[in-house]
Nanobody, 118 residues
């Protein structure tokens, strides 16, 4: 079975950092692009960042650019999302997704809650 498990969320103060992890299994991870998204109740899902499969090209949403870094470890079937300088507006449930190419995500995992508050 395909599984994507996001973890690493929690409560952090403004200006703090978190590192989210997306652990994948059940498919050929090397061949898949991975994306990170977030969603706040009542709002549309927002793409945060994504990383392609082999050439590992990356992109970031405007709201997080300069504060977030995505990376992948194909040996561990894991994608990391390092988030720095967190703001209260970063509070959301964060999800990872996988697809055969950037923008075509067919597999979604359960999210991890990130709360930025003092």
């Amino acid at each position: 079975d395909v599984q994507l498990q996001a973890s690493g969320g929690g409560l952090v103060q403004p200006g703090g950092s978190l590192r989210l992890s997306c652990a994948a299994s059940g498919f050929n991870f090397d061949d898949y692009a991975i994306g990170w998204f977030r969603q706040v109740p009542g709002k549309e899902r927002e793409r945060i960042s994504c990383i392609s499969s082999y050439d590992r090209s990356v992109s970031y949403g405007e709201s997080v650019k300069g504060r977030v870094t995505i990376s992948r470890d194909n040996g561990k079937n894991t994608v990391l999302l390092q988030m720095n300088s967190l703001k209260p507006e970063d509070t959301a449930v964060y999800y990872c997704a996988a697809g055969p190419r950037l923008g075509a995500y067919g597999y979604w995992g359960q999210g991890t809650q990130v709360t930025v508050s003092s």
